[in-house]
Nanobody, 121 residues
């Protein structure tokens, strides 16, 4: 496993969580990083991405203003800070890395195994 996602859990509506994505080798430091999520019965969807070159960030409308993506190149680790969580944020969250920061699932070369976030109402 080249990317390891962690930090998921069960929280109440309005709570915060920080997900981490650690790489087993030089991956996150030299690539764009993204987070996706897959809710039960739904397709995997784009959540956020941060570019490899200048650190620009892009978010899905559903999480804009509540989630923050970042990466620490020195630590070869990425993060997704999630605030004001809602029940509809419940999903398995996956991190991904690749040379281009895009929203399409197929754009990334490296994937983590996923971490479950459950938001209770």
């Amino acid at each position: 496993v080249q990317l390891q996602a962690s930090g998921g859990g069960v929280v109440q509506t309005g709570a915060s969580l920080r997900l981490s994505c650690a790489a087993s080798r030089s991956i996150i430091d030299i690539n764009s990083l993204a987070w996706y999520r897959k809710a039960p019965g739904q397709e995997r969807e784009f959540v956020a991405t941060v570019t490899r070159t200048d650190g620009r960030t892009y978010y899905a409308d559903s999480v804009k203003g509540r989630f923050t993506i970042s990466k620490d190149n020195a630590a070869n680790t990425g993060y997704l800070e999630m605030n004001s969580l809602k029940p509809e944020d419940t999903a398995v969250y996956y991190c991904a890395a690749g040379p281009q920061a895009r929203t399409a699932v197929g754009s990334y070369d490296y994937w983590g195994q996923g971490t479950l976030v459950t938001v209770s109402s």
